[in-house]
């Protein structure tokens, strides 16, 4: 498709619930990137992947935190036991060659919200 | 290192009125710095990007200045439309090699009809 397709829109957990987060990149494109985006608007970096291949995790929380991106398949961003602090609007982008200058599109997000 | 700082946190123009957004960063690596353009309930999108070995980039009513020396940068909107009302954001990546953005904190903008 032509645009970052993300599912769902809205999730709700229970603190201490598993949450899982879709992504479906533009076709064509192998470079995954996923976004935290917090109440205050501050985007923080999570992973990066080329293909299926984990390319820069340094922002993942890894205790809680993990992320795959299967052939055929859609990305996924799972949250083992969420906290509250996870409450936030996860983005994922995706570009066509990965360099930093290739323009990272957007997926719509998803809003986790963590009661 | 890797922060970029963006002011002002909101602003409010006129119609017609300019609208000026600032960004400084301290790492010297970055070397690509685009803007993105976030409306309600959507993703961010690419308004406008620039290396620094130009010091302007103009596209439409948007105009990127860039002060290498200084490690700033801003977006300036002329004519200024209710349609532009948005939150705008500054980043900065390294251009070779796969990188991630690095945001600002983003600027609310309104423009008053």
């Known amino acids: 498709g032509e645009e970052v397709a993300q599912t769902p829109k809205h999730l709700v957990r229970g603190e201490g619930q598993k949450a899982k987060l879709y992504c479906a990149p533009i076709k064509g494109h192998s470079y995954v990137f996923w976004y935290q985006q917090v109440l205050k608007n501050e985007f923080k970096f999570l992973i990066s992947f080329q293909n299926e291949n984990v390319f820069d995790e340094t922002g993942m929380p890894k205790e809680r935190f993990s992320a795959k991106c299967l052939p055929n398949s859609p990305c996924s961003l799972e949250i083992q036991a969420t906290k509250l602090e996870d409450s936030a609007v996860y983005f994922c982008?995706?570009?066509?060659?990965?360099?930093?200058?290739?323009?990272?599109?957007f997926g719509p997000g998803t809003r986790l919200t963590v009661l | 290192q890797q922060q970029v700082k963006q002011s002002p946190q909101s602003l409010i123009v006129q119609k017609g009125g300019i609208s000026i957004i600032n960004c400084a960063y301290e790492n010297t690596a970055f070397d690509y710095f685009p803007w993105y353009q976030q409306f309600p309930g959507k993703g961010p999108a690419l308004l406008i990007a620039i290396r620094p070995d130009v010091s302007e980039k103009k596209e439409g009513r948007f105009t990127i200045s860039f002060n290498k020396s200084a490690k700033q940068f801003s977006l300036h909107i002329m004519d200024s439309q209710p349609g532009d009302s948005a939150t705008y954001f500054c980043a900065a990546s390294i251009s070779t090699g796969f990188q991630k953005l690095v945001f600002g904190t983003g600027t609310r903008l309104l423009v008053s009809p």
């Open positions: 982008a995706s570009s066509q060659y990965g360099g930093g200058s290739d323009t990272q599109y």
